[in-house]
Antibody
Framework: QVQLVQSGSELKKPGASVKVSCKAS????????INWVRQAPGQGLEWMGW????????TYAQGFTGRLVFSVDTSVSTAYLEISSLKAEDTAVYFC??????????????WGQGTLVTVSS | IVLTQSPGTLSLSPGERATLSCRAS???????LAWYQQKAGQAPRLLIY???SRATGIPDRFSGSGSGTDFTLTISRLEPEDFAVYYC????????FGGGTKVEIK
């Protein structure tokens, strides 16, 4: 069965960087893109963008450029989200998600369990 | 595309019918509209895609309808496990999510 397993919670100081991983299993990794979604505490869902696991080409959503880097390592079927120069407002749960098979940014059938990133001095 | 969900909170009893609305600021291409359920501390769960197609394993008490700028998620008879937050998502023009509707027990 399809599984996306994310790395554990992180506590970081302002100005630091964080790298969240999303390990995929149960399907051919390079056949589907990985999307990233943010959820601030008590708030709704925000789409951050996606990365082609085949080419490694990232696409960032408006408002999510500059401090974000999406990457993949196909040898271990894992996608990564790195955020630099962390601010308190980056505190959120970050989800990776895989589409239903109708295009890289179609409906998201499969989700990781989420990674809580807390930014605090 | 901005998605506006209403109401913000829906207070209903088990067994009642729930009707959730999602309105788009412009027409959603090819009915690329999905609905998700999210419970506290969990990842979202895909319920409906393509406006009206149920995802794998989703009970038939969940149904979606609509076109253009107005979409609806209907839960025909609320079960105890249906009390949660529901989000709509459009994926016809980039990707955006609505702000969510909380369905709570009355």
């Amino acid at each position: 069965q399809v599984q996306l397993v994310q790395s554990g919670s992180e506590l970081k100081k302002p100005g630091a960087s964080v790298k969240v991983s999303c390990k995929a299993s149960g399907y051919p990794f390079t056949n589907y893109a990985i999307n990233w979604v943010r959820q601030a505490p008590g708030q709704g869902l925000e789409w951050m963008g996606w990365i082609s696991t085949n080419t490694g080409n990232p696409t960032y959503a408006q408002g999510f450029t500059g401090r974000l880097v999406f990457s993949v390592d196909t040898s271990v079927s894992t996608a990564y989200l790195e955020i630099s120069s962390l601010k308190a407002e980056d505190t959120a749960v970050y989800f990776c998600a895989r589409d239903i098979g109708m295009g890289p940014t179609s409906a998201f059938q499969h989700w990781g369990q989420g990674t809580l990133v807390t930014v605090s001095s | 595309i901005v998605l506006t969900q209403s109401p913000g909170t829906l207070s209903l009893s088990p067994g009642e019918r729930a009707t959730l609305s999602c309105r788009a600021s412009q027409s959603v291409s090819s009915s690329f509209l999905a609905w998700y359920q999210q419970k506290a501390g969990q990842a979202p769960r895909l319920l409906i895609y393509g406006t009206s197609s149920r995802a794998t394993g989703i009970p038939d008490r969940f149904s979606g309808s609509g076109s253009g700028t107005d979409f609806t998620l209907t839960i025909s008879r609320l079960e105890p496990e249906d009390f949660a937050v529901y989000y709509c998502q459009q994926y016809g023009n980039s990707v955006t999510f609505g702000g969510g509707t909380k369905v709570e027990i009355k």
